[in-house]
């Protein structure tokens, strides 16, 4: 499924649609199943966050695709716009990583020194497209806010993203950051799903 920016991936306490109500209604309606569908979450995206999300219609296809992205063998980049032009002296690419600890009652999470109780190591991987604002990001972990973080870290937060340093939000409240490309062995197929999400036509790209 390609997210819209502001769409929760699973039903929350907003009681706003989910792409997970949309997903099983498309499959109840694509498929003629009667009754409840089944559909397993596998991975998710930030509310404010647009792109693809890959979903499994199977048990035996949620367990092996949950496997694919806790071993890494899925393969997932990002596009981001930040909210300012890139340093002067920060490379055009590099990695970045940071011990990162979250505060579930803010949502949010911050660096903190290597040894903190609960903290997690985040690996990031960027380079800047146009050698101004635009961003390729790969995630090498799978932390939580871990690419926000990252940009804001290098003194680059993302277009629109308040929590970690923008300086105005978008009129959407979207944040300019998009899950371009999944890349994941089939789960019941010796073959690979590649899957490209177009970029949202809200006007910010």
Not at 44 to 56: K, N, T, Y
Not at 119 to 145: C, I, M, Q, W
Request: aromatic share 6%.
């Amino acid at each position: 499924m390609n997210k819209p920016p502001g769409l929760p991936v699973v039903p929350d306490s907003s009681e706003d649609d989910s792409l997970f109500d949309l997903a099983k209604a498309w499959i109840k309606r694509e498929y003629q199943k009667p009754g409840d569908v089944f559909l397993g979450v596998v991975h998710r995206l930030d509310r404010p966050v647009s792109g693809v999300v890959c979903f499994a219609r199977t048990s035996k296809g949620a367990a092996r695709l949950g496997a694919s992205f806790r071993e890494k063998t899925a393969q997932k980049s990002y596009m981001a716009i930040t909210s300012g032009p890139k340093p002067s002296g920060l490379a055009d690419a590099g990695v970045v990583e940071h011990w990162l600890l979250k505060d579930p009652s803010r949502n949010m999470v911050k660096v903190v020194p290597e040894g903190t109780p609960g903290a997690k190591l985040a690996r990031s991987e960027y380079r800047f497209t146009d050698g101004r604002n635009r961003v390729e990001l790969s995630p090498v972990t799978g932390r939580s806010h871990q690419l926000r973080v990252a940009l804001a870290s290098l003194g680059t937060p993302i277009l629109g993203d308040l929590k970690y340093g923008a300086d105005r939000p978008l009129p959407d409240k979207s944040i300019a950051l998009h899950a371009r490309r999944l890349v994941v062995p089939h789960p019941t197929r010796d073959e690979v799903v590649d899957v490209t999400a177009p970029l949202p036509s809200n006007g910010v790209w």
